[in-house]
Structures are given as C-alpha cells and as structure tokens.
C-alpha cells in the first residue's frame, strides 16, 4: 500500500473510533422490503425502536432488531459503562443493495424466466444524545 492510502486509511479508522455502529452483509431480503422496516425506526429512541421491531409483522424486522442490539453493545464496550433508558438513539441507518443471485424457473413452450434473488446490507448508527449536542 502506498503512503497516500495508508494514510488515508489511518485517518478513516480514527474518524470510526467516535462512531458507534453495526453492520449486517449479505441479508438474504430485497432492500425496498428492508428499507421498509429501517424508516419505521429511523431516529427513534433506541428502547422504543426495539419496540416496534419486536411487534412488527415484518420477517426483516428480526434481522434489524438484532442489528440494533449488536450496535447498542459496541457502543456500551467502547464506552465501558451500560447505555441507560432513553440515552441512545439511532442516528443514521441506511440500506444498501448487495449481490443478486439470478436463477432460472422453467416457463412454457421451451422458455426459462430469470429469477433475481436479492440481498442487502444494512448499517445502522447509534449515539447519545449528549454526544450529538457537542
């Protein structure tokens, strides 16, 4: 790797250790339906968003609520202490759309119909509010 990068690289990986966040790759769901489920808790409390995902009749929402727990302790083994009730919020939370698989379904007379199984990736932001006032 050449200076330039490394040095590039070592100012990103600085920039992430203020931020607290997860990641999920490759979620085997399209990301219209995921995006569905993230912009129900976009800027939520972080209790209140586990809420909603819990009741939520969505099967995405499983995979987000998990996502949010796994955010929620980064954020508390980066901080060394236990988040309390109503101090974390979700910050940013975005969709991305990942690898599609094609496959082929036999279709009449001979033909084949392309299939596209889609993924995404999600990542999701936490932080308190104290931090977002500074």
């Not at 912009?39 to 809420?51: P, T, W």
């Not at 009741?55 to 901080?79: G, I, P, Y």
């Not at 094609?102 to 995404?120: D, L, T, V």
Request: aromatic share 6%.
């Amino acid at each position: 790797m050449g200076a330039r990068k490394h040095i590039a690289a070592q100012a990103r990986k600085e920039a992430q250790k203020n931020l607290y966040f997860a990641k999920l790759n490759g979620c085997p769901s399209s990301p219209r339906k995921m995006r569905y489920v993230v912009d129900m808790i976009r800027g939520m409390e972080v209790n209140r968003a586990l809420g909603v995902l819990r009741f939520s009749n969505k099967q995405a929402a499983a995979d987000v609520e998990k996502l949010l727990r796994s955010a929620v302790a980064n954020w508390e083994t980066k901080n060394d202490r236990k988040a309390e009730d109503g101090e974390l919020f979700i910050t940013k939370v975005y969709v991305d759309e990942g690898v599609t698989m094609k496959r082929m379904r036999p279709a009449p007379q001979g033909r084949g119909y392309r299939i596209r199984k889609r993924s995404n990736h999600v990542t999701l932001f936490v932080d308190a509010k104290t931090n977002d006032d500074k």
